[in-house]
């Protein structure tokens, strides 16, 4: 048997960790390890690349680094710092040019760099490599709470339509859809109907889809197993698609693949990413849709028919509740403003 997609995932992330690691300065690799069993891999790359990014500017701008290499920056080096320094930072963050190429960071993006600078701060700070920790007097980017795109009843049954009938697909879209609609609408009903994460989903083998529970086993963020439940509407739509993945022969290492590409791969997040939005186009123009914004339409649904925020928690894959929550706290509003009038304190009288 092949290797998993997750242990194929992990052993790409430590090769790309490792490459940027190797500019740095060891204690930067030091900082990695002590936060690796706290944290994603995906947010140990993010971190590194955020620290590579703050110190390239440190090189083009400190006049006192301008002739250093990256990798012989040194605590002291980094003690001389001040709260100016990352001010300047967050500040140059805005716009700015690489290789040619323009960047712009709004406050979000902002915020993230900087709680990616605090942690490595004080991971030195607390092991005595430096005296202070600067970062904590830098003011946090304020960023606007945006509402949660999600799609309503109707527009999920739309985006359905268009999947399976390529309604309103362009020509050139049309011959692509008739090859692969039968893919499509079984990966995509599958994730509207359970809320999986895009990565869980491309990450799917054939044998961990079990029809007799309807029920697929998953691998969650941090490595641990779950199995999720699927509907019969999504069950009739994946028997369909496993009928034609039954004629396709994959490439080598990934016979074991749910979801194949065009070319016989396993299907990537690209390539998922890319299919929703031409559908979503079509549908919700007015509304910019994920794969992430289809999970967050099943939450929604799930919340709305069952009001149980753990069981949508646990269903998510979500660790604290908390954030499950906060997704859906404007529904809870809503469903609260409805409750108003359900308990009556006296009856009306009459005139």
Not at 148 to 157: D, G, Q, S, V
Not at 200 to 205: K, R
Not at 281 to 304: E, F, N, W
């Amino acid at each position: 048997m092949s290797e998993s997609y997750a242990k194929q995932l992990s052993k790409k992330q430590i090769l790309e960790l490792r490459s940027i690691l190797s500019d740095l300065p060891p204690y930067v690799k030091d900082f990695m390890r002590s936060i690796e069993t706290t944290t994603q891999p995906r947010t140990r790359i993010g971190y590194a690349h955020d620290i590579k990014y703050f110190f390239e500017f440190l090189q083009s701008e400190n006049p006192f680094l301008k002739k250093k290499e990256l990798y012989e920056i040194t605590y002291d080096d980094i003690n001389k710092l001040e709260a100016r320094d990352i001010e300047e930072y967050l500040d140059y963050l805005s716009y700015y040019v690489r290789n040619g190429r323009e960047y712009t960071n709004d406050n979000a993006s902002k915020k993230r760099k900087l709680v990616g600078l605090r942690a490595f701060f004080k991971y030195l700070y607390i092991n005595d490599c430096i005296s202070q920790n600067v970062t904590e007097k830098v003011k946090t980017p304020k960023i606007k709470e945006k509402a949660i795109t999600r799609m309503e009843a109707n527009e999920t049954a739309d985006f359905l339509d268009t999947v399976e009938y390529g309604i309103n697909l362009t020509d050139r879209q049309q011959k692509f859809h008739e090859r692969d609609k039968v893919r499509d609408l079984a990966l995509l009903t599958l994730m509207l109907s359970t809320g999986l994460r895009v990565s869980e989903t491309v990450g799917l083998n054939i044998d961990d889809v079990d029809f007799d529970n309807s029920r697929v086993k998953v691998t969650r963020k941090g490595g641990n197993e779950a199995f999720v439940y699927f509907s019969d509407e999504a069950t009739n739509y994946i028997q369909d698609y496993l009928k034609e993945r039954e004629k396709i022969i994959p490439v080598d290492g990934h016979e074991d693949a749910l979801f194949l590409s065009s070319h016989r791969k396993r299907i990537s997040v690209r390539t998922v990413e890319n299919m929703v939005k031409k559908y979503a186009r079509v549908t919700t123009p007015l509304k910019k849709i994920t794969p992430h914004k289809l999970r967050s339409t099943y939450g929604t649904a799930l919340y709305q028919e069952t009001g149980d925020i753990y069981l949508v928690a646990d269903v998510l894959g979500h660790k604290d509740v908390n954030t499950t929550r906060k997704h859906y706290a404007d529904i809870d509003q809503e469903r609260k403003r409805q409750a108003r009038n359900k308990v009556t304190l006296r009856e009306n009288k009459e005139d």
